[in-house]
């Protein structure tokens, strides 16, 4: 059903990586879900009342905010998809994560009053009332909601959108926990095992669960997280598919919401070359990255030396000074500065978190190892951190 109105209604609906595309998804997506979760709600408080179940209609008031939370969403791509200006440079993007923070969030407040009532139902227990029509409506909704994650999961992956994996997640729950609650009618009709209260609470459970799960894919992108290694690789293929550019480091991915990504990034290049001509390769991959990224790159050229022997091979030398203390580090931007006196050995190396060595202890121990090969060595050395 969302691909016929997919491509009945959106225009381009096979550029997911175009903005107004990816918004229009999401609203789309939306639309359905308020549609669907209004109908569930409908039908199985009706079920709820056929029974006398608490299980039951519970999961109908769960349905009436999962039909809130596609209201959020709708709202939060609709606002997300909004232009940039002088207060939001950056465009309006992590809105929808904000979006899907919201979701999570009332998932979380539907699970604990959930298991609230579940409670009250196991302290004072009431008989259900078996009715074959309240069983076909959660059969019905089980199919429904499966339906819904389905596409929801299938729509958040070609757009990648933190929002609609939540909604996605959401819909999973839901398919359980009817499950339950269509399982606690049975039980109790064929079996007399009065546990719509314990079901209740496990539904409660599981859906606290899948809604601190939803909250943190939603909170890291805020928060600040790695990007995707995909789409680092993918940047040092076009970088380093230009062959005046020797090597790279110190990237940095900034994401303000989908389709809005800055990058920096120091290239080393020759520092021999004509510097017009290796401005005007830095421009060109620039543009290339947004073209074939959709992200705005800023490029940093760091020129080294690569025809002094002298500078070569004490790289070389410092390079298994430092893999001495672990093969994870590296260093770059390496130059030497000589005087009369003493020969300045100027890097940077790269460390990861949690290294089991401090800053001060890897200088200290460069510095004696360099001092046992020449007492005239001196390393001045940054230390760097991968934020990738």
């Given at each position: 059903m969302i691909s016929f109105f997919a491509k009945l209604f959106i225009k381009n609906y096979n550029d997911t990586k175009q903005p107004a595309v990816r918004q229009a998804y999401g609203m789309l997506c939306g639309i359905a879900g308020i549609c669907l979760n209004l109908l569930l709600f409908a039908g199985k408080g009706l079920?709820?009342?056929?029974?006398?179940?608490?299980?039951i209609t519970a999961d109908a008031f769960n349905n009436l905010s999962d039909a809130a939370s596609s209201i959020i969403t709708l709202l939060g791509f609709k606002m997300s998809g909004q232009e940039a200006d002088p207060g939001h440079p950056f465009g309006h993007g992590r809105i929808e994560y904000l979006a899907g923070l919201f979701v999570s969030g009332i998932i979380l407040v539907m699970a604990v009053e959930l298991i609230k009532t579940s409670v009250q139902k196991i302290l004072h227990p009431q008989e259900l009332a078996f009715n074959p029509a309240a069983v076909g409506i959660l059969v019905i909704?089980?199919?429904i909601k499966l339906y819904m994650h389905l596409y929801n999961k299938k729509i958040a992956e070609k757009i990648d959108s933190a929002a609609m994996r939540a909604t996605?997640?959401?819909s999973l729950s839901d398919v359980l926990a009817t499950t339950v609650v269509l399982a606690a009618t049975l039980a109790e009709h064929f079996a007399g095992l009065r546990i719509d209260g314990w079901c209740g609470i496990l539904v409660g459970l599981f859906i606290c669960y899948a809604g601190i799960n939803a909250a943190r894919d939603t909170i890291n992108p805020l928060l600040g997280q790695p990007p995707e290694k995909e789409f680092v690789?993918?940047?040092?293929q076009i970088v380093l598919s230009h062959p005046e550019i020797l090597g790279i480091h110190d990237l940095i991915v900034h994401n303000y919401g989908p389709g809005r990504t800055m990058i920096s990034v120091h290239a080393e290049v020759s520092a021999a070359g004509d510097i017009l001509t290796l401005h005007d390769t830095i421009d060109n991959i620039e543009r290339q990255l947004q073209t074939e990224l959709q992200c705005s790159?800023?490029?940093h050229m760091d020129p080294i030396v690569t025809d002094d022997a002298e500078t070569s091979h004490l790289k070389d030398m410092m390079t298994a000074v430092i893999k001495e203390m672990s093969p994870s580090l590296c260093l770059h931007d390496f130059r030497i500065v000589k005087g009369p006196t003493h020969t300045n050995i100027i890097f940077d190396v790269l460390v990861p978190y949690h290294f089991k060595m401090s800053d001060n202890q890897i200088r200290a121990f460069i510095e004696k190892r360099a001092k046992a090969i020449d007492p005239a060595y001196y390393?001045?050395?940054n230390i760097d951190k991968d934020f990738t």
């Open positions: 079920a709820g009342l056929l029974s006398n179940s608490i299980s909704s089980i199919l996605a997640v959401d690789q993918r940047i040092e790159a800023v490029i390393t001045i050395i």
